[in-house]
C-alpha cells in the first residue's frame, strides 16, 4: 500500500492504517529493534510500542517521508529499552555505537547523533557518498546490522566490509572536522 493511503488511514483513525504500516514497515522495524535489543520479545514489544506512538502521534502530525518518520520512531523506542534495560554491554548494536563514536568524539554519541545540526552535517557528508557505501553505512549505524550479514548479501568478506566501514567513518571524521566540528 503507498504511503500516502496508509497516512490516510491513520489520520482517519482507522486501525486498518496501523495494519497496512505493520505489513509494510513491520519487518524493518522488527530487525532493526532485535539488533539495538539483542532479544526478540524485547524487539516485539519496542515494535509494538513504536505502531502506538505512531497511533499516538497522527494526527496531528502527517510525516513526509512516512518511512523515515516510522524507523525513526521504531529506532528511538528500541534505544530508550536499551537504556532502561541497561542492557549496555560490549556487542551487537553497542558495539556500533563505539565504532562510530572514534569518529563523532567530543560529546555522549545519542546526544551528539540527535543534534539537528550535526545530523545535517552527517546527511551532506552521506550525500556525497556512493549509494552502495551510504546503504552500508547506514544498515550498519543506523539499523544496527551485523558486519556478517552485510558481507553475505554483499558477496564479500567480513574484513572487506569492516575495511569499508573503517575508511567511511576516517572519512566522516575528517568531515566534520572541515565541518568545524569538534576541534583538536
Do not use: H
Not at 535489543?37 to 499516538?56: I, M
Not at 546527511?123 to 549505524?141: E, G, V
Not at 544496527?144 to 553475505?152: E, F, N, P, Q, S
Amino acid at each position: 500500500m503507498e504511503d500516502g493511503k496508509i497516512l490516510s488511514l491513520l489520520l482517519a483513525r482507522l486501525e486498518a492504517g496501523l495494519e497496512a504500516l505493520a505489513k509494510k514497515y513491520g519487518p524493518r522495524l522488527l530487525r532493526t529493534a532485535r539488533n539495538i535489543l539483542g532479544q526478540a520479545q524485547d524487539a516485539e514489544e519496542a515494535v509494538n510500542d513504536a505502531y502506538l506512538a505512531v497511533w499516538n502521534a497522527i494526527p496531528p502530525a502527517q510525516p513526509d517521508p512516512l518511512a523515515g518518520y516510522v524507523y525513526r520512531v521504531g529506532r528511538n523506542v528500541a534505544l530508550k529499552r536499551l537504556r532502561t534495560n541497561q542492557a549496555i554491554k560490549r556487542g551487537g548494536y553497542q558495539l556500533c555505537l563505539e565504532e562510530l563514536a572514534e569518529s563523532l568524539s567530543g560529546g555522549d554519541l545519542e546526544e551528539l547523533w540527535d543534534a539537528r545540526e550535526l545530523g545535517q552535517a552527517i546527511d551532506r557528508f552521506l550525500a556525497k557518498m556512493s549509494p552502495a557505501n551510504r546503504r552500508l553505512f547506514l544498515r550498519r549505524y543506523w539499523f544496527g546490522d551485523r558486519v556478517k550479514d552485510l558481507a553475505a548479501e554483499e558477496g564479500t568478506t567480513e574484513g572487506a566490509v569492516t575495511a569499508r566501514l573503517s575508511r567511511m567513518r576516517q572519512g566522516l571524521k575528517t568531515y566534520l572536522l572541515q565541518e568545524g566540528y569538534y576541534g583538536t
